[in-house]
């Protein structure tokens, strides 16, 4: 089902209305609420360019905290220059996750229900815990100081609009993208090998579903090290001071290691990791 925009505006988008935050974030929650899609944002609010999204995001986020939710880190997307063109975006973005939808899976094993979802797909991640807040213009051994966790996970990402068709802006605003993060067991950044930051970097990762091979990526995808992902959002951030800062026991998810992929109930998928010491993941997908 989709949410459709006024029969008016679809004949004439140049009398579109200026974009407001707050209703806007009302239409979002609504068809999150009810797993519907909805019409693209960016093409009737002429005005909602990437700070008019984000605001558009701190409404939906403080409704989402008014009810009851507990922000417990940050997603970055976009992080992987692959997945630009096939979905317009041409920067990373981020969005807030939260208790309900964060699981830690320390068998690295789980099993995801789609019910909920619209459109779901899954991401390989690096996820990492902060023990402190990185400074704006850190280098990367310094924003690697502030980690005292690393985790392999699964994000599932969701779009609520059709066939997966947006704008950065229309992303923005449905929280990034975020439906579910996914952690395996953590690792402490000592134990990841002798030198952690290039181990990072340098690991390769393949991507199965059912027992086949799907893909295959590895941690130079993410910005050319899931650190620079995380020294990257320190700097975005520090440029929207209506943002929440970060905080020490943050978990940061930064980016897929490989395309995003469609998944569907019945469904098993994998990862096996070479280079860095980090367990494998296995999900099993139920309507």
Not at 32 to 48: E, N, V
Not at 69 to 85: L, S
Not at 223 to 249: R, T, Y
């Amino acid at each position: 089902m989709t949410t459709r925009i006024p029969r008016e505006a679809a004949e004439a988008p140049e009398a579109a209305e200026a974009a407001d935050p707050q209703a806007l974030a009302d239409v979002l929650l609504a068809a999150q609420d009810k797993a519907q899609l909805l019409a693209s944002l960016a093409a009737w609010h002429p005005g909602l360019d990437l700070p008019a999204a984000y605001a558009v995001a701190r409404a939906v986020h403080a409704r989402k905290l008014a009810r009851g939710a507990t922000a417990v880190g940050r997603k970055i997307g976009f992080t992987n220059a692959d997945m630009w063109a096939r979905y317009g975006v041409h920067q990373p973005i981020w969005g807030p996750v939260y208790g309900h939808s964060v699981v830690h899976c320390l068998s690295g094993q789980a099993v995801c229900s789609l019910g909920a979802f619209t459109q779901p797909k899954i991401e390989p991640e690096i996820v990492l815990r902060l023990h402190s807040a990185p400074a704006p213009g850190a280098t990367l051994h310094e924003v690697l100081a502030c980690i005292d966790r690393v985790a392999h996970g699964f994000e599932i990402v969701q779009s609520p609009f059709p066939n997966w068709q947006f704008d950065a802006v229309d992303a923005v605003c449905a929280g990034s993208l975020h439906a579910a993060l996914f952690i395996g067991p953590p690792r402490s950044v000592a134990d990841l090998s002798d030198a952690p930051l290039a181990s990072l970097q340098d690991f390769d990762i393949t991507l199965f579903c059912d027992g086949q091979a799907i893909d295959q990526g590895g941690g130079h995808k993410v910005m050319g090290n899931p650190v620079a992902a995380l020294a990257h959002l320190v700097s975005l951030l520090a440029k929207q001071p209506l943002s929440p800062p970060l905080l020490a026991g943050e978990w940061i998810t930064t980016g897929t290691l490989t395309a995003a992929h469609p998944v569907r109930a019945g469904q098993t998928w994998h990862t096996l990791l070479q280079g860095i010491d980090l367990p494998a993941l296995q999900m099993r997908f139920m309507d």
